[in-house]
T-cell receptor
């Protein structure tokens, strides 16, 4: 079992729709969870982090965490073409180390 | 603007050559990391350093070495490059006292091709 699992996609959503990106993780010791966005050929950039069960909202983005189910998700409301990118889920275990999933590629269509 | 920079941005080398990738940061962060990214495999940690005297192996350190010359500089060396080290390499930094969940900030990456 992979430590972090994400559907590689592509996930295709029409402009203005809600995109739902999912991530499961195997290490119950994971304390906090990061979502990074990566455009093709570019470096990852932080979208959000979450460490408490429940929802955390920031603008059009909402992160949802369920530690009992070992599941974290990212919702993007009112999806825009500029949201087309690969989204990386990264739980943090100990000693500041992140374990990255392979990412879900999102395509927002006009 | 505080930043993470990597040099070179692109490099082509031959099997058996020694090469060095360099990372510099002006963020004032103590913690620095080296990752490689391969298609389908995601980002994997090669080495990390919590300060100048604290360097640790990551999950895929074989064939690599590092040097932390100063708080702001962290270099990655491939002692004898081989083709399966062809990848996109990222440097990252973090500050455990930042209050932002210790976000890691990434440099622009170095694209390495080993022939």
């Amino acid at each position: 079992q992979k430590e972090v699992e994400q559907n590689s996609g592509p996930l295709s959503v029409p402009e203005g729709a809600i995109a739902s990106l999912n991530c499961t993780y195997s290490d119950r010791g994971s304390q906090s969870f990061f979502w990074y966005r990566q455009y093709s050929g570019k470096s990852p950039e932080l979208i959000m982090f979450i460490y408490s069960n429940g929802d955390k909202e920031d603008g059009r983005f909402t992160a949802q965490l369920n530690k009992a189910s070992q599941y974290v998700s990212l919702l993007i409301r009112d999806s825009q073409p500029s949201d087309s990118a690969t989204y990386l889920c990264a739980p943090r275990r100990t000693a500041s180390k992140l374990t990255f999933g392979t990412g879900t590629r999102l395509q927002v269509t006009l | 603007d505080a930043d993470v920079t990597q040099t070179p941005r692109n490099r082509i080398t031959k099997t058996g050559k020694r090469i060095m990738l360099e990372c510099s940061q002006t963020k004032g962060h103590d913690r620095m990391y080296w990752y490689r990214q391969d298609p389908g495999l995601g980002l994997r940690l090669i080495y990390y350093s919590f300060d100048v005297k604290d360097i640790n192996k990551g999950e895929i350190s074989d064939g690599y070495s590092v040097s932390r010359q100063a708080q702001a500089k962290f270099s990655l060396s491939l002692e004898s490059a081989i083709p399966n080290q062809t990848a996109l390499y990222f440097c990252a930094t973090s500050d455990p006292n930042s209050g932002q969940g210790e976000t890691q900030y990434f440099g622009p990456g170095t694209r390495l091709l080993v022939l």
